[in-house]
């Protein structure tokens, strides 16, 4: 069983940077693709970012390619998503997960979930 931890979320005006962090609790996370999801209030669960299990590999939607960066993988027992030039309409709440497929945007093929951090994007 993986237990993965993310943090980083909170208020940040728009323009403005945060830096998300996901951490394994229990076993390690080296050997699995990871991913970011997002999801805004009243909205689905939505891709944002994957990264390799290798780390060598990077996956990111239209949405977000360009401003958002992740890394990690590569028996790195961390992975990160840094967010820059931050959105209102990126406001949501976060999540990483683990799973067996290197960037693959389907919830269904993650495994394992964070519990979420929230992000909001002040206007």
């Known amino acids: 069983q993986v237990q993965l931890v993310d943090t980083g979320g909170g208020l940040v005006q728009t323009g403005g940077s945060l830096r998300l962090s996901c951490a394994p609790s229990?076993?390690?996370?080296?050997?699995?693709?990871m991913g970011w999801f997002r999801q805004a209030p009243g909205k689905e669960r939505e891709f944002v970012a994957a990264?390799?299990?290798?780390?060598?590999?990077?996956y990111y939607a239209d949405s977000v390619k360009g401003r958002f960066t992740v890394s990690g993988g590569n028996a790195k027992n961390t992975i990160y998503l840094q967010m820059n030039s931050l959105k209102p309409e990126d406001t949501a709440v976060y999540y990483c997960?683990?799973?067996?497929?290197?960037?693959?945007?389907?919830?269904?093929?993650?495994?394992?979930w964070g519990q979420g951090t929230q992000v909001t994007v002040a206007s």
């Open positions: 229990g076993r390690t996370i080296d050997r699995y693709a």
């Open positions: 990264v390799s299990g290798s780390g060598s590999s990077t």
């Open positions: 997960a683990a799973g067996y497929y290197n960037g693959s945007p389907r919830e269904d093929e993650y495994k394992y």
